[in-house]
């Protein structure tokens, strides 16, 4: 007897590939957007005219510019106090800069829900920390260049400073956001886990949700057709 072929219907046909198209959607979105936590952490900021050059991305620092390769911000000790000179412009498509009042500062403290972006103005004079140079614990928004995506990245760090001029100092956390979109401080100032971000593609936790989105299509499509 020869063996029936069971035709699938149209309809099942088309729920299972909405399902499949609603899974992959789920995977490109959340394997394009990240929120990284930079390697520095709790990095002293010395009071010396050659300060600490920091590149974000890598977490490499040092004390000079040449030891640091893509060296993103050098908080050192200027006549006045705590100083911030920026990385110049180079091939990037702007100079690497912090949140400000105005284009020649002062640098603005931001607190938790602030959101840092494209909209915001930002300064990259070196004295316009001036802000940050009293005691206190304080989020600094900025701009930069990321050598690894060659685009403009928005983050804050987390800064906290002595009186009167910001000295002893230290940088307690920095986290941005890789794809060139705003990040917004969250509620209550919380730095992610080291290296956090938005499951990229083939972590286990997106994969989880992948099947489960196809499962639940699969069984609405046998409860309608069984």
């Known amino acids: 007897m020869q063996a029936k072929t069971r035709l699938r219907h149209p309809i099942v046909s088309r729920r299972i590939l909405g399902a499949s198209a609603a899974a992959g959607a789920l995977l490109s979105s959340a394997s394009m957007a990240a929120i990284v936590t930079s390697p520095i952490s709790n990095l002293p900021m010395p009071a010396t005219l050659a300060g600490a050059y920091v ?13 640091v390769s893509g060296w993103d911000l050098n908080p ?22 912090g949140v400000g009042d105005t284009t020649t500062g002062p ?3 931001m607190a938790s829900g602030a959101t840092i972006g494209p909209a915001n103005t930002f300064t990259s004079a070196i004295q316009a920390p001036s802000s940050f140079r009293p005691t206190g614990d304080r989020f600094m928004g900025f701009r930069f260049f ?10 804050y760090a987390r800064i906290t400073t002595t009186g009167p001029n910001g000295f002893p100092g230290t940088i307690v956390s920095v986290v941005y956001e890789n ?15 080291s290296a956090a971000a938005i499951p990229a593609l083939g972590a286990p936790g997106l994969w989880i949700a992948f099947l489960g989105v196809l499962g639940l299509g699969l069984m609405a499509a046998r409860r309608r057709f069984s």
């Open 146 to 155: 990321n050598e690894a995506t060659g685009a403009i990245n928005y983050g």
């Open 76 to 97: 050192y000790n200027t006549a006045n106090g705590l100083g911030i000179y920026w990385a110049p412009q180079g091939t990037a498509p702007v100079r690497n800069a």
């Open 107 to 109: 640098m603005t403290a």
């Open 55 to 67: 590149n974000v991305v890598t977490g490499a620092t040092g004390t000079s510019g040449e030891a």
């Open 179 to 193: 794809t060139g979109t705003p990040i917004t401080i969250p509620t209550g100032g919380g730095t992610l886990p």
